[in-house]
């Protein structure tokens, strides 16, 4: 069965009732047509005959209130019925337009080819006797050819209509997909810059407390410049927050992003906050807005890292590159100072295993802390896996793992067109 065919059981719409009245007003209306025609060149038919196709062509009206729910065992019976009868020609006409608008083509041509051998039998049967067989049959080929026809276009509209409809309704499912894949990627968008951003700066702020906690005897100046830098940390963690949180309520356009300059102040506070870090840079040009962003937040990474797993290892930041030849970003950290008798853990899959300090020797211990003074929350996380999305989704690749030496070696490539 097509599937615009009409399902049994459904409720016929007043559109539905109007259309069956009016095809059963013309079924009868041809059928009195006829029988007069019939009349005119026979006043004084055979009654049995006479009788028989008026009650065959009321019959076959009748029928057509059932034409909805068995369109082609009806248009079969009706065709061959119109063999002989003349009255219930409209009815089978109804029909065949029916079969044609709700069936397949197929089912339709196999329907429309029985109903032309019952015109050339009704033509060989009754001809007229002012009119050849063969323009009986014409006739009759005509009628019902036309009625077929109508069927098909009608038919072939509302699959139109249908297929019009169902790509609308696909385009908005998927319209409705691409918006939540939107959603959902500026999701990712903000997670991923929180942990950028804040994990540098919390980093700060845990390695400052410990080191305040693990010697509340330090000197003043120590004591004062590990407290300013927890302030100016907290502080800046907040501005941070804040401008990542503004993705909600601005396009990212608006908002200020780091850019390839901002390496060198980004290793300067570490610096300032007791990191002894090395940076270097080659570059001959400026490099575009995504691949100084990405190698912004490359080295921001790689500090936190250092600063988590190898407190009061030596950090070294180089920047090279050119248009054309693509930027190079490289930090690598030595292995951290290790306690006497101390083992280091294994590392995770941040970076390099956290190992203890050597013990008090300066300001560097007043900044990481001494031993077992691990900073909260080092244990393994997702940074570097975050880190490489970032630098996949901006055309590069980022390599990591540790050296011979014991140290530590991050290294991306980022794209820079000519």
Known sequence: MNAS?????????????????????????????????????????????????????????????????????????LTVLSTFSETVGGAMLAVLFTVAVHRPPRTTSAVFALSLVAALGFAVLRPEPEDPPLLAFMLGVSLQGAAVGWGLFVHHRRRLAASLHDRAARAETEAALRAEQAQHRVREAIAREIHDVLGHRLSLLSVHAGALEYNPGAPPEDVARAAKVIRESAHQALQDLREVIGVLRAPVGELPQPTLADVRELVAESSRAGMEVTFGEDLAGTAPDLTGRTAYRVVQEALTNARKHAPGARVTVRLAGAPGAGLTVEVRNTAPPEAPGAAPDAPDASGPASAEPAGPTGPAVAAYGGPGSSVPGAGPGQGLAGLAERVALAGGRLEHGPGTAGDWRLTAWLPWPP
Do not use: I, N
């Open 5 to 77: 065919a009409p399902a049994a059981g459904v409720r016929r719409s007043r559109r539905d009732w109007a259309v069956d009245f009016l095809l059963f007003l013309l079924a009868v209306l041809f059928g009195l047509v006829m029988s007069g025609m019939r009349l005119e060149v026979y006043p004084r038919p055979e009654k049995w005959l006479f009788h028989l196709d008026q009650l065959t062509g009321a019959l076959g009206c009748a029928a057509l209130w059932l034409r909805r729910r068995r369109p082609v065992e009806l248009a079969v019976v």
